[in-house]
């Protein structure tokens, strides 16, 4: 009598410690903390430099710099030569809660490879691969993301901080 009490509770922690370690809860527990700290910065107003890497856009790994004001893009521009994005590619060009946003809907889609990695001081994903299926090409998409400057520093001689 004792022994299907004794399997039923071994197997009942076993599933527990199962669900406890799906792949997605670290990267979840990873995402709350980050977005919470990033948001506790208060950051409204700054600029960064974004790379988008997929095979989907046509100006795959050409570094741009976004301006984001107010918590949304205002300016985006190639760095090599100032000139401004066209506009048939700004939507590929994610703002910093955006890609929170595209890295929560990547758990919550249970995408096949999902890779952060959040800059050590301000939080924000400074590198971002989302896979939804290994199998295919063209729906991979990466984001590095480096030189964050917030606004309120002086302009001229503002301090970077690098990703």
């Known amino acids: ?3 299907p009490v004794v399997l039923t509770l071994g197997a009942a922690l076993i599933l527990a410690g199962c669900s406890l370690l799906e792949p997605g809860s670290a990267l979840q527990d990873d995402l709350t903390a980050r977005r919470g700290a990033w948001e506790s910065l208060g950051y409204t ?4 430099t974004m790379a988008v890497r997929c095979v989907c856009t046509g100006i ?4 741009t710099r ?7 893009s205002s300016a985006l ?3 090599s030569s100032g000139d401004p994005v066209p506009a048939e590619y700004h939507s590929w060009y994610l703002t ?3 890609l929170f946003d595209a890295i ?3 758990i919550d889609d249970k995408a096949e490879l999902i890779s952060v990695v959040y800059h050590p001081d301000l939080h924000y994903p400074s590198s971002v691969v ?3 299926s290994l199998i295919q090409v063209v729906e991979e998409v990466g984001y590095e993301i480096s030189d964050l400057v917030p606004a309120g520093s002086p302009s001229s001689t503002m301090e970077r901080v690098h990703g």
């Open 77 to 79: 521009a190639f760095v």
């Open 1 to 3: 009598m004792r022994a």
């Open 60 to 63: 795959v790994d050409v570094p």
């Open 66 to 72: 976004v301006t984001v004001t107010n918590s949304g």
């Open 96 to 98: 910093i809660d955006q």
């Open 130 to 132: 989302i896979d939804y």
């Open 45 to 48: 107003d700054f600029a960064y």
């Open 104 to 106: 929560q809907q990547a």
